[in-house]
């Protein structure tokens, strides 16, 4: 076992302990770091698996920006006290086995389907400059497709958002 | 390393977030449940952009995380708001968003 396998190992273990408290702590502000953990896990394969830029982009954008929002509407809320009611305990019950049986039949389903390995060479696919290549040739119209989603974004998080002022004290 | 490994471990990561969208009331938990969701799926397209050595794949993850930015800032709204309306972020309560 080299250290490839050591670390994947461990990231691996790392991700699936840190997502299993996300969705089983009862205070939503240790679900929020469980979640940023599985995050560094995430990165770390990405690593591993030769993706530096998407690494260093999932560790900004994820890590840092969304989930930094996350616990700034948390703490906003004031949401940090243990107050959330459960579901009863037959639902949550329903809930944990059709997500284990859906795992279970994809697993069985792609157990014995014969695919390639992958290799341990390193690529450099990964690196910002070649990424970079593709994306302002291939795909530079999707590109361009997603600052306007990201205008719209924006402009709808602000609407949203927005206290209505004038229609409360038109209601009352 | 087989490619299975990272399958399954991608969709070890799919279920569990499966799992807490249908366990909990909170509806932030739900929200970062389905973020928990997009990033297997992220994994597994990273995967196979090193079983293929092509780059098309991390591309789709740059833009699948770029939609992921756009739906959190969305939702978050959306759950303010719900929070200043009710002053709950149980998704029980909205239940009555059908009658």
């Known amino acids: 076992m080299g250290i490839y396998e050591v670390l994947f190992w461990f990231l691996t273990i790392m ?7 996300v969705i089983l702590s009862r205070n939503p502000i240790n679900s929020v770091l469980f979640l ?5 896990a995430i990165s770390g394969h990405y690593l591993l698996l030769n993706a530096q830029f998407l690494a ?3 560790i900004i954008v994820y890590a840092g920006a969304i989930m930094v929002l996350f616990l700034f509407v948390i703490m906003l809320m004031n949401l940090n006290a243990d107050v959330e009611p459960q579901k009863s305990k037959l639902l949550q019950f329903a809930g944990m086995i059709a997500g284990g049986i859906l795992f279970l039949v994809i697993l069985a389903a792609l157990r014995t389907a014969s695919m390639s390995t992958i290799d341990k060479e390193a690529t450099d696919i990964g690196l910002i400059a070649n990424l ?4 302002f040739t291939q795909y530079v119209l999707p ?3 997603s600052s306007v989603l990201f205008l719209s974004a924006m402009i709808g998080a602000v609407v949203i958002g927005k206290k209505e002022d004038h229609v409360i004290e038109g209601a009352e | 390393m087989p490619i299975q490994y990272y399958l399954f471990l991608s969709m070890a990561l799919f279920c569990i977030g499966i799992m807490g969208t249908l366990m909990r009331r909170n509806a932030i938990i739900i929200f970062m449940c389905i973020e928990l969701m997009l990033n297997a799926v992220n994994l597994l397209l990273v995967a196979f952009s090193k079983m293929y050595v092509d780059a098309s794949a991390q591309i789709f993850v740059f833009f699948i995380m770029v939609v992921a930015a756009a739906e959190v800032a969305v939702g978050l709204a959306v759950i303010v708001m719900m929070y200043r309306k009710v002053h709950s972020v149980d998704i029980n309560i909205l ?4 009658h």
Do not use: Y
């Open chain 1, 15 to 21: 991700a699936i302990g840190c997502a299993l408290g």
């Open chain 1, 36 to 40: 940023i953990a599985t995050f560094f």
């Open chain 1, 56 to 58: 260093i982009v999932n």
């Open chain 1, 132 to 135: 970079g290549k593709v994306l």
């Open chain 1, 143 to 145: 590109f361009e497709i």
């Open chain 2, 95 to 98: 239940n009555r968003l059908k």
